[in-house]
């Protein structure tokens, strides 16, 4: 077992990438506040003052260092080259815009869509077949069309929950890292998926400095997307370079976000109201009514990375008792979740009884 990948010490991927990010993200909040471009504050957000946004472009060169030193260069790559940057336009375009007049959400999707087709039919990076618990699915013509709403979906998920300091950057972190980790344990280092684990992770990781509460800088839509952008390419790379067979590990991970998801969708048909409506009922919403941020951050760090341990024990074997593990902590995180707001509004129906 080796600490080399694509002729690169893992090491020194990760340092150079998070010192690259480190001083990325410091010019473009320099950059934000001569340009006067800011996070501010209204009804549905957190902080009390404005903050300075573009970090999310500072992510993104990070990014491009890492891959100009240690990636390689094909189509594939050159695909998402291609869609991060796009979307990284769009989510530039939408946070100098939506203090103003916000982008309208359909053409949003419609970029996103694109984005999504680039990397699926130019790139040729698709979810073809896995399993789930134990049972093999081959997903044949509908695997182009699983792939693309799989991409998408990754790219709002982790967008929705880029809304307290550290969160999104945090989350994204305990992701990449994950997927690393089970990429040394399978001895993987070859793959695509774990050379962009290790430049995201470094990336992220340096933006992570400027955005732990108090955040100094705000990475915006174009980070929280590109973000969720690139999540969604490792997630499909796993399965496309086999460091990863069942859908369980990837969804797992992200367990937090997609709930975060699944229940914003829940809440808002229940109300009446559309799927793309903007609210403050989120899980990190609910914690922040009885914890501070720090806490509220650091508690949803703590059932993220459980569940990131639990998926790393899962690649070693002893799967029956982990899927058991599995079970366990989805009911601790559905019984807690059921005990705030996030799905109905449990304060208006005891005055209703």
């Known amino acids: 077992m080796d600490f080399f990948v694509n002729g690169h010490n893992i090491f020194l991927i990760v340092s150079v990438c998070f010192l690259a990010?480190?001083?990325?993200?410091?010019?473009?909040?320099?950059?934000?506040?001569?340009?006067?471009?800011?996070?501010?504050?209204?009804?549905?957000?957190?902080?009390t003052k404005p903050v300075p946004l573009l970090g999310g472009i500072g992510i993104f060169l990070?990014?491009?260092?890492?891959?100009?030193?240690?990636?390689?260069?094909?189509?594939?790559?050159?695909?998402?080259?291609?869609?991060?940057?796009?979307i990284m336009l769009l989510g530039l375009f939408d946070d100098m815009t939506k203090n103003e007049t916000p982008m309208p959400n359909k053409y949003k999707l419609l970029v996103q869509i694109i984005v999504a087709m680039i990397i699926v039919f130019y790139g040729?990076?698709?979810?073809?077949?896995?399993?789930?618990?134990?049972?093999?699915?081959?997903f044949g013509i509908f695997s182009s069309l699983l792939s693309i709403i799989i991409i998408v979906g990754i790219i709002n998920a982790i967008n929705l929950i880029d809304g307290l300091d550290g969160l999104c950057a945090g989350i994204s972190s305990i992701y990449f890292l994950t997927i690393a980790i089970i990429g040394f344990i399978l001895n993987k280092f070859g793959g695509l998926d774990i050379i962009l684990s290790l430049i995201m992770l470094g990336s992220t990781l340096g933006y992570l400095v400027h955005n732990f509460p108090p955040a100094k800088i705000y990475q915006g839509d174009a980070g929280s997307t590109f973000l969720g952008l690139m999540i969604s390419v490792i997630f499909l790379l796993g399965f496309k370079t086999t460091t990863l067979t069942s859908l369980i590990i990837p969804c797992l991970i992200l367990a937090i976000p997609i709930m975060d998801t699944l229940f914003a969708i829940l809440r808002r048909k229940l109300k009446g109201q559309k799927i793309d409506?903007?609210?403050?009922e989120h899980i990190h919403h609910q914690l922040l009514k009885k914890f501070d941020k720090k806490s509220t951050l650091l508690m949803i760090y703590a059932i993220n990375i459980l569940f990131s341990i639990t998926t790393i024990f899962y690649t070693l074997g002893d799967r029956k008792e982990l899927i058991v593990c599995y079970v366990l902590l989805v009911f601790i995180v559905l019984y807690l979740i059921l005990k705030t707001d996030i799905i109905f509004d449990r304060s208006t129906s005891k005055k209703k009884k």
Do not use: C, W
């Open 124 to 138: 040729g990076l698709k979810l073809t077949k896995a399993s789930i618990f134990g049972i093999n699915i081959n």
């Open 62 to 86: 990070s990014f491009l260092l890492g891959y100009m030193l240690f990636a390689p260069q094909n189509n594939l790559m050159l695909s998402i080259l291609i869609s991060s940057f796009l």
């Open 21 to 47: 990010s480190l001083i990325f993200v410091y010019l473009m909040k320099k950059v934000a506040i001569f340009l006067n471009i800011y996070d501010k504050p209204n009804e549905r957000k957190i902080q």
């Open 277 to 280: 409506h903007a609210d403050r």
